[in-house]
């Protein structure tokens, strides 16, 4: 539950952002704004593979503490992807514009992002859910006083990022105080196993990444600025389930690997059974809400972004069910150390979201991008719980 409120914090301001900045923005602001996002989220979700989850699912001592090569290997990232967003802005792209401004802003708020979200899993590592709710407090806090100066004084993009990564480090200093000191630096044990891990986590990102994060940043290259706009205004109404989603990602990889390790496959089942029926108790009835509402509710609150929200507001309902399924399916496959399935699962899903998108972009841009995610995470969802179950997990 204290995972349920430090992320829902995060999510409660992330919400308000994006609706407030939707509804201040014209189209191409707020379509540069989506497009900064997805390839934030990119960023981090490589972060993710290569460093947070080898992390959480690695053994660590039983003060509490962890391995300072972790921090090291952070620090490194997030120097590296600033580095590499500031030279391709400035050589290989040819002119002022769009894409330009979304790699130097990107830059500038990518690795304060980085920073809090490792700051984050190590309070949840170290079973400190209060902690890590305080810090998401003070995030919260920095965030709204930023973004009611924005939209005040300078509603313009760039101070709206600017912001936004204020708010990231001063929590991830808010994090680093409440958190317990790193061990001495020493000899990684396992260490070919964890790059093993570590290599097939981040290929497996990779197709994920494509049909997930950075589909925003694929429809802007092959579509207008305006598309990109209108899909991440629609997406906005699965925000919630997105946060629900990674408030229990938080705590279940560590709990499901707790449960096999004591439980062996029986315990393993009933921890990702659990995370699943959580899942849907709370996030079914909402979606339930967002479809009773779509040809409403999405004209009244964005009206700079046209009428046409309300078939990708229901197409992005379908894909938030997928995803409620299929994150617990993937815990599973992770614990079980099947990295190399996930990643072969997750590129057949890519073709299949891929072919659908080529399907129906013809006639709706936006709608077929929407399709080929709901196409996507179905596929995941069901093969990833059926090869749970060949496995020997039985729910």
Not at 34 to 48: D, K, N, T
Not at 122 to 130: A, I, N, S, V
Request: proline share 3%.
């Amino acid at each position: 539950m204290a995972a349920i409120f430090e992320q829902g914090v995060f999510s409660v301001v992330a919400l308000s952002q994006s609706v407030l900045y939707a509804r201040s923005f014209d189209s191409t602001e707020f379509g540069l704004f989506a497009l900064i996002v997805s390839l934030v989220l990119v960023i981090l979700g490589i972060q993710r593979s290569i460093i947070i989850l080898p992390m959480m699912l690695s053994e660590h001592n039983h003060d509490g503490r962890e391995d300072i090569a972790w921090l090291l290997l952070n620090l490194i990232y997030c120097v590296s992807v600033s580095t590499l967003l500031v030279v391709v802005a400035l050589i290989f792209i040819a002119e002022e514009g769009v894409w330009r401004k979304a790699l130097i802003l990107s830059a500038i708020l990518s690795p304060c992002m980085l920073l809090n979200e490792f700051n984050r899993r190590r309070l949840f590592m170290q079973r400190r859910p209060l902690s890590a709710a305080a810090a998401s407090v003070v995030y919260a806090a920095t965030l709204l006083c930023g973004l009611a100066y924005t939209l005040a004084f300078r509603p313009e993009i760039e101070l709206a990022i600017a912001t936004w990564a204020g708010a990231a480090v001063v929590s991830a200093v808010a994090s680093t105080l409440l958190a317990n000191k790193y061990s001495s630096f020493h000899k990684i044990s396992n260490q070919r196993e964890r790059l093993l891990f570590a290599t097939w986590s981040f290929l497996s990102y990779l197709p994920y990444a494509a049909y997930n994060n950075a589909t925003a940043l694929i429809l802007g290259l092959v579509s207008t600025i305006q598309d990109v706009a209108t899909f991440a205004t629609a997406r906005i109404f699965i925000t919630p389930i997105i946060a629900l989603i990674q408030a229990v990602d938080s705590v279940d990889k560590p709990a499901s690997r707790r449960a096999m390790s004591q439980e062996g496959l029986p315990g393993l089942t009933k921890s990702i059974s659990s995370s699943r029926y959580f899942l849907l108790g709370l996030g079914l009835p909402y979606v339930l809400v967002v479809l009773g509402t779509s040809g409403v509710l999405p004209s009244l609150l964005f009206p700079k972004h046209g009428e046409d929200l309300m078939l990708p507001v229901i197409l992005w309902a379908s894909v938030g069910i997928s995803m409620m399924m299929a994150q617990p399916s993937e815990t599973g496959l992770l614990i079980l150390g099947e990295s190399k399935t996930v990643f072969l699962l997750r590129v057949l899903v890519l073709l299949l979201a891929a072919l659908t998108f080529n399907s129906f972009r013809d006639g709706n841009n936006v709608q077929a991008a929407i399709a080929g995610l709901t196409i996507g995470w179905a596929s995941s969802c069901a093969l990833a719980y059926a090869r749970l179950r060949y496995l020997g997990v039985k729910k």
